[in-house]
């Protein structure tokens, strides 16, 4: 307990002393602070409410986005500059173990905190207490390969003397994190050189540190986090939207073969552009099943993007999902994705076709291979395994589809698939995505609306987009 007391003392004595100075020091090094506030902020929205634990004098929290926004630090000097200099924000004194627990947040952030956390089991454990349901915590740390030469530049006087800390690996903190009650989803590494130098850093931390290989190198890791969900699924309302062009044949069968489940279910056919008699056949499905709660439209456009996105709007239910009118994934397979998002496993839940051996004529080889290969690039732009962005089942709350729309603009209308104005708006969103994995059938009716070669250029065309929206901003 003494060593507890001792630990606790030494970094408040050593903060109190950087309090007057820590302003013009955070400016020396504005290059530095300003690549994390602006990485916290990609996946911040005005909406937020944001807690940041550790805030010192404030110019992290005054800089982030959100509609309300709070720091807590433990010293006092620390919080009485930070008052001074942004009465507009709360700020409040206390030891991240005594986080006023009477609030919850959106957004926690802790930025280059956990060093000195005296316990930092202890301390996530206090900030749990902070979060709801949904709560994203980020938490940014040195990599702890970079101990020596920031201990290099502590005796050339670049950097600050500070007290020895916790150098903690990703591996010391997800298990510290996971035994407080969170479940981490995500895990970055940027910048892999700390100081401005004209064009030299903005090419080496921009391009550079974001390869494979290199980025292990980084200096600033990101942890994302959420606390985890119990088994117990919620009773939620489903819509499923089935997009159709020439799929005449496959209507009923969708009905027929389609499963009961969550609290209550409304379908919603929308059909786009057929050559075939599939308006006829969608018109008549009311009449044919009267005791599914069936929607029937129209796209305006063109594309399944389009026509999801038609689907979508028309939607009432709590949960979103989306089943592709040529049945290649079984409607039977829909339940898994409800228990899946209603269970709390994934906010973004994807469907997987590469895991399992695949009917005969399921998918032709080229289009397995383009599969496959996007399946690794997007893993990696999304720095989560994505093993399969082709497949068209997907499922989402509304609640946080709605928000996908208010951010759009930020992608564009570049997407007439559909499937990756989704995944790139969840990764935005700041979403925990899970592959579920499922069966590809053979198609039993029609021929396949994809185009191998022209569609294929297209989704090239869409990850470089994509990349210098995720990966290289």
């Not at 940014?140 to 006087?157: A, H, I, K, Q, S």
């Not at 009905?255 to 056919?269: A, C, N, V």
């Amino acid at each position: 307990m003494q060593g507890v007391i001792k630990r606790r003392t030494e970094f408040l004595n050593h903060f109190e002393e950087l309090a007057p100075q820590h302003v013009a020091y955070r400016e020396k090094y504005s290059y530095f602070w300003d690549n994390i506030v602006d990485y916290f902020n990609y996946f911040i929205h005005e909406s937020d409410t944001v807690l940041e634990v550790g805030c010192a004098t404030g110019e992290t929290l005054a800089r982030l986005k959100g509609h309300h926004k709070t720091g807590i630090d433990f010293s006092p000097g620390m919080i009485e500059q930070a008052r001074s200099r942004h009465p507009e924000l709360e700020f409040i004194l206390a030891d991240v173990e005594n986080i006023p627990d009477d609030r919850q947040y959106d957004v926690i952030i802790v930025s280059h905190a956990i060093g000195y956390f005296v316990n930092v089991l202890s301390a996530f454990k206090a900030i749990k207490k902070a979060c709801h349901p949904k709560t994203k915590v980020i938490v940014n740390y040195y990599n702890f390969l970079w101990e020596p030469v920031l201990r290099m530049g502590e005796f050339l006087r670049f950097k600050k003397k500070s007290p020895r800390q916790n150098w903690l690996t990703r591996h010391d903190l997800e298990i510290l994190m996971y035994l407080a009650g969170f479940e981490n989803y995500r895990h970055t590494r940027r910048m892999i050189f700390p100081l401005r130098i004209p064009f030299f850093s903005y090419f080496i931390n921009k391009y550079l540190a974001r390869l494979p290989l290199i980025n292990y190198f980084c200096l600033n890791q990101y942890t994302f986090a959420r606390v985890a969900r119990s088994e117990d699924s919620g009773d939620y309302s489903v819509s499923i939207v089935i997009p159709a062009r020439n799929e005449s044949g496959n209507l009923e069968y969708s009905l027929k073969r389609m499963p009961k489940f969550g609290k209550s279910m409304e379908i919603i056919f929308v059909e786009g552009n057929s050559t075939d008699d599939t308006w006829h056949k969608m018109q008549l499905l009311p009449q044919r099943f009267p005791d599914w709660d069936l929607i029937i439209a129209q796209q305006n456009g063109k594309g399944k993007g389009d026509a999801v996105r038609k689907g979508f709007s028309l939607a009432t239910g709590d949960i979103l999902m989306i089943l592709d009118a040529d049945l290649t994934v079984a409607p039977e397979d829909l339940p898994a994705f409800y228990d899946a998002i209603a269970g709390g496993k994934g906010e973004f839940i994807n469907g997987a076709r590469l895991v399992y051996p695949m009917e005969k004529n399921a998918m032709r080889f080229l289009n397995l291979l383009g599969n496959k290969f996007f399946s690794l690039l997007f893993s990696w732009l999304l720095e989560q395994p994505v093993r399969d962005t082709l497949c068209g089942t997907k499922v989402i709350f509304r609640a946080d589809y709605q928000k996908l729309i208010d951010n759009r603009q930020f992608f564009g209308n570049f997407d007439p698939f559909g499937d990756f104005d989704l995944i790139f708006g969840a990764y935005k969103l700041n979403l925990k995505i899970v592959d579920l994995p499922v069966r590809y059938h053979e198609r039993k009716y029609g021929d396949t609306n994809i185009s191998r070669f022209s569609h294929g250029f297209l989704l090239l065309r869409m990850a470089f987009y994509a990349a210098r929206k995720i990966k290289f901003w």
